[in-house]
């Protein structure tokens, strides 16, 4: 109902209003015609399915397999989960640790269920693993950069390379470009840099 038809029909703007409003407020509870018909096709349709389920599951068996197949599902996914958990968190340890390929370390010492973990899914004893493959398979560790340079002209090299992101150091590049041209060369190429002597 609209006011300018109710104007049309002869009543005043006032009175017009007011019977707008009263129609507004009288139809506040109705649902539209379409709503009712959708929410209804929907509820005969659940109540199909009901029955459906009540006649095929008569002794409900068929649905208690249907519920424990979805229990051990989600079960298994779990169980995936929280393996997934404890993966990264173990290969975060290995890492700080200085593990070049945590996946091989995972592999060699036989999987996951290998190592221990807390409550909390987190490695427990990662030194007591880490330790003894150092010293057999340094090479799956990392090294500083120029650590095992030997000069071919004799000496020793830096305990620590001065072109190095971490260990820069100046005067050390200084007085190795001074002593041995040759290995702050190399020592700059192997931190990646490139210098002229």
Do not use: C
């Not at 649905?63 to 079960?75: D, F, I, P, R």
């Not at 995972?106 to 004893?125: A, E, R, S």
């Not at 100046?170 to 210098?195: D, R, S, Y």
């Amino acid at each position: 109902m609209k006011k300018e038809e109710l104007v049309a029909k002869g009543l005043s703007e006032e009175h017009a209003q007011i019977a707008v409003d009263a129609w507004n407020e009288s139809v506040k509870g109705f649902v539209p015609k379409e709503r009712f018909d959708e929410i209804n096709g929907k509820l005969k349709e659940a109540n199909t399915t009901i029955e459906t389920l009540k006649k095929d599951n008569s002794d409900n068996e068929e649905l208690q397999k249907q519920v424990k197949e979805y229990k051990e599902k989600v079960t298994a996914l779990e169980v995936a989960s929280a393996n997934t958990v404890k993966e990264y968190a173990l290969k975060d340890k290995l890492k700080e640790a200085g593990v070049v390929d945590a996946d091989y370390i995972i592999y060699k010492q036989g999987g996951l269920d290998k190592f221990t973990f807390d409550k909390d899914g987190k490695p427990v004893g990662i030194d007591d693993v880490v330790k003894p493959l150092k010293e057999s398979s340094p090479h799956l560790f990392k090294t500083e950069p120029g650590a095992d340079y030997r000069p071919a002209g004799g000496g020793t090299p830096p305990a620590k390379n001065p072109f190095a992101k971490d260990s820069f150091n100046l005067t050390e590049q200084g007085k190795l470009l001074k002593e041995n041209p040759t290995q702050a060369q190399a020592l700059a190429a192997a931190a990646g840099v490139t210098i002229n002597v």
